[in-house]
T-cell receptor, first 116, second 117 residues
Framework: AQKVTQAQTEISVVEKEDVTLDCVYE???????LFWYKQPPSGELVFLIR??????QNEISGRYSWNFQKSTSSFNFTITASQVVDSAVYFC?????????????FGGGTRVLVKP | GAVVSQHPSRVICKSGTSVKIECRSL??????MFWYRQFPKQSLMLMAT?????????EQGVEKDKFLINHASLTLSTLTVTSAHPEDSSFYIC?????????????FGPGTRLTVT
């Protein structure tokens, strides 16, 4: 069975601070995808990144960066120089890869509150 | 591209009535659609997977007779909550997977907030 654990339920920071969100996953599959989504107060999920299990390269996109370490089954997400607009719930998710339909397993989410 | 809509965005219904939620892929064909439920301050839980033209596959613990799913076309899936009760009040989110063997991306709808009084 697949499992995604986000140990931090809530993080509060002051604007311009960096914040790192932890994500640890469990799967028996050798091929899978990992995702991060942002859910602002409006509720709509915003896709941030998808990472293939074969690609362990770290990625940077603007103020966002991701650290994928297969050896520790972790896919951590860092927001650099946080802004108030970053306040949201962030979900890490794991997807099996099957032609019939790829189920997403979500972590519990981490609520980030950025104070001005 | 890859837009998924849901209708309605909010619905309030009385206990015992049924409510239908539509999920549409607007600019692509979706062979598979997923329905999730999210209670306040909780994560998304997969309820069921629907494939166009076949019966939906429900996750363990989800009552198939209560949550009727129909995926009659490549662009539309519906979730009907039958005989709704206050405990069914939740945020329902659908996602759609584009047709194609190597398509793994799921595109999410904006969600439907259901309140049962």
């Amino acid at each position: 069975a697949q499992k995604v654990t986000q140990a931090q339920t809530e993080i509060s920071v002051v604007e311009k601070e960096d914040v790192t969100l932890d994500c640890v996953y469990e799967t028996r599959d050798t091929t899978y995808y990992l995702f991060w989504y942002k859910q602002p107060p409006s509720g709509e999920l915003v896709f941030l990144i998808r990472r293939n299990s074969f690609d362990e390269q770290n990625e940077i996109s603007g103020r966002y960066s991701w650290n994928f370490q297969k050896s520790t089954s972790s896919f951590n997400f860092t927001i650099t120089a946080s802004q108030v607009v970053d306040s949201a719930v962030y979900f890490c998710a794991l997807s099996e890869i099957k032609a019939a339909g790829n189920k997403l397993t979500f972590g519990g989410g981490t609520r980030v509150l950025v104070k001005p | 591209g890859a837009v998924v809509s849901q209708h309605p965005s909010r619905v309030i219904c009385k206990s015992g009535t049924s409510v239908k939620i539509e999920c549409r892929s607007l600019d692509f064909q979706a062979t598979t659609m997923f329905w999730y439920r999210q209670f306040p301050k909780q994560s998304l839980m997969l309820m069921a997977t629907s494939n166009e033209g076949s019966k939906a596959t429900y996750e363990q613990g989800v009552e198939k007779d209560k949550f009727l799913i129909n995926h009659a076309s490549l662009t539309l899936s519906t979730l009907t909550v039958t005989s709704a009760h206050p405990e069914d009040s939740s945020f329902y989110i659908c996602s759609a997977r584009e047709a194609g063997l190597y398509s793994y991306e799921q595109y999410f709808g904006p969600g439907t907030r259901l309140t049962v009084t």
